[in-house]
């Protein structure tokens, strides 16, 4: 069976993918991208340009009708952030119609949009093969390459069709990137695996949901929140099968707020770069406000202590672990850590006698989660320390109405430097969501007898100034 399944099949090949109001057919899209598919022959990786428009829907589908990773390129990265992209996976060329995509990387980019059109598609690489290597934030350093097969994507994308009884019957919406896990593995891949058609609506607006008129809606919890706050656009949903929120913990009143303005409860769903989706209610089953449902067909899940196990009670907490054919290979050049098939996810969870599991936060508080998005605090840090008045930085998430968390710098200066220059700063070399919100400039960061820095005792409240 082919990755994307629907692409192929002739039934319903009429049935579209529209990105930011561009619609095209799915017999198009395998033409444009075929064609382009047979310009990557010698290439070994390659990048894309990852805008939220159609040439990257036929850059990605070409490189995987090639059997060539795909690494998506967030188009906001700055440029220490794409340099190390692009180095890191050692892509050979950047698909983009922007010629100035590859920065100052010295690659050649490729054109997407050209006028080729091509009915010749080859066989399906072997499922072991890598698909995508996406790049996702640790906790020190820059972000690092999780390398995702093809049998991956396919075991969770068809897991989830089953939770979800999602069909070529729905229609998908969503506007989120298309360079991370939710936006382009559920939102594009699936769409293209299930059959049912897509509409991007270019960023993920209320009014943009609204106007979609789609059964089928994904969204962060920031999305969510947005949309509840515009009840005109939420109301408009209730014509939907299924409202499915993930990425970040949905808080408790927008659940409510969904309830009470569409009419019914959202799907929550967790998972990670690295283990894609794992956990799920399910379109048949109970929905509950702050639990992320049960394990996926397929996955397994379990929690740890450093004392052994922990008791499935609902109320005790461990670290959460997961097993399944959705894992990652490992990062690239370095092979899964895994132990007898577990991945320890860094998250802590309770999962209850029923199976319902809750996360309750993550073991380390260097993992920021801003508007859905993970970023790392050290390499946030890392960018604030390359400014010539910058001789320490500590960052930490701070709760956020709208993004659940904001990135907050502490940072003590060593000449003139004020926090919008700071902020400026980091904006040129990172992707736009790895700002500090807030910078605090300070005499000095709180440290323990070892000289190690104490982000518990830097203060999380909005009074600080
Ligand atoms: C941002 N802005 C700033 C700063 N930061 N301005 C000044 N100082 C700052 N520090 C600007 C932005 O550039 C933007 O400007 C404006 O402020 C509003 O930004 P923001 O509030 O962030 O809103 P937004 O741009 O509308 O973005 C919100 C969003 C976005 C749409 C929810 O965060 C988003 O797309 N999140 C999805 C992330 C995602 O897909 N994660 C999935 C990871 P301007 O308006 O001029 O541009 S995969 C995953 O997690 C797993 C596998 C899973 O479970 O799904
Ligand atoms: P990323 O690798 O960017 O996909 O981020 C994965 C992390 O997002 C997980 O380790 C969790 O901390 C968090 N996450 C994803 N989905 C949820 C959810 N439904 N509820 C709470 N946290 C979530």
């Known amino acids: 069976m082919r990755l994307l399944t629907a692409l192929h099949a002739d039934q319903d090949a009429e049935r579209s993918v529209t990105v930011d109001g561009v619609p095209v057919s799915r017999h198009e899209l395998l033409g444009r991208a075929a064609a ?7 290439v070994t990786v390659a990048a894309v340009h990852a805008v939220a428009g159609l040439p990257t829907v036929v850059a990605i589908v070409a490189g995987l009708l090639a059997g060539v990773p795909v690494v998506p390129v967030p188009p906001d990265a700055g440029e220490l952030e794409r340099l190390h992209v692009l180095r890191d996976c050692g892509a050979t060329v950047m698909l983009s119609d922007d010629p100035a995509a590859a920065g100052t990387s010295g690659l050649p980019v490729v054109p997407v949009s050209g006028p080729s059109r091509s009915g010749s598609v080859p066989p399906d690489p072997a499922p072991e093969k890598t698909a995508l290597i996406l790049y996702t934030s640790g906790t020190t350093g820059p972000p690092k390459g999780v390398v995702l097969s093809r049998a991956a ?18 229609t998908l919406v969503h506007g989120l990137p298309l360079y991370h896990v939710h936006g382009l593995v559920l939102g594009l891949l699936g769409a293209l695996r299930t059959g049912s058609p897509l509409v991007h609506t270019g960023r993920p607006t209320p009014s943009a949901y609204a106007a979609a008129g789609g059964s089928l809606y994904f969204g962060v919890p920031t999305v969510w929140s947005r ?10 949903l209730r ?12 808080p408790v009143p927008v659940f409510d707020d969904l309830v009470s303005l569409t009419g019914q409860a959202p799907v929550e769903r967790y998972g990670m770069t690295e283990t894609l989706i794992t956990v799920s209610a399910r379109a048949d089953g109970d929905r509950r406000a702050g639990h992320v449902g049960l394990p996926l067909a397929g996955v397994a899940t379990r929690l740890v202590a450093a004392d052994g196990p922990v008791p499935h009670d609902g109320e005790t907490i461990g670290a959460l672990e997961v097993r399944g054919a959705t894992l990652f290979d490992g990062y690239l050049g370095q092979p899964a850590a895994l132990t007898d098939g577990w991945f320890a996810t860094g998250d802590v969870a309770t999962i209850g006698p029923d199976g319902w599991h809750r996360i309750v936060g993550r073991a380390s508080t260097d993992l920021i989660k801003t508007g859905g998005y993970r970023v790392g605090a050290g390499e946030v840090e890392d960018a604030l320390l390359l400014h010539p008045a910058v001789v320490e930085a500590a960052v930490i998430g701070t709760p956020h109405d709208d993004l659940g968390e904001q990135i907050t710098a502490f940072v003590v200066t060593g000449g003139p430097a ?15 969501h790895k ?14 007898a070892m000289g190690k ?8 409240g909005e009074k600080f100034s």
């Open 435 to 448: 700002r500090p919100r807030v910078v605090h400039l300070v005499a000095e960061l709180p440290r323990n």
């Open 418 to 432: 004020g926090p919008d220059e700071l902020i400026g700063f980091v904006a040129a070399r990172l992707a736009a």
């Open 239 to 250: 014509g939907a099968r299924l409202l499915v929120s993930g990425s970040a913990p949905l």
């Open 36 to 42: 382009l598919a047979e310009e990557l022959d010698g």
């Open 227 to 236: 949309v509840c706050a515009d009840p005109a656009s939420a109301r408009a």
């Open 153 to 170: 994507l396919a075991a969770d994308l068809d897991a989830l069709a089953e939770a979800w009884d999602w069909t070529a019957d729905d």
């Open 453 to 460: 820095v104490q982000k518990s005792r830097l203060p999380r």
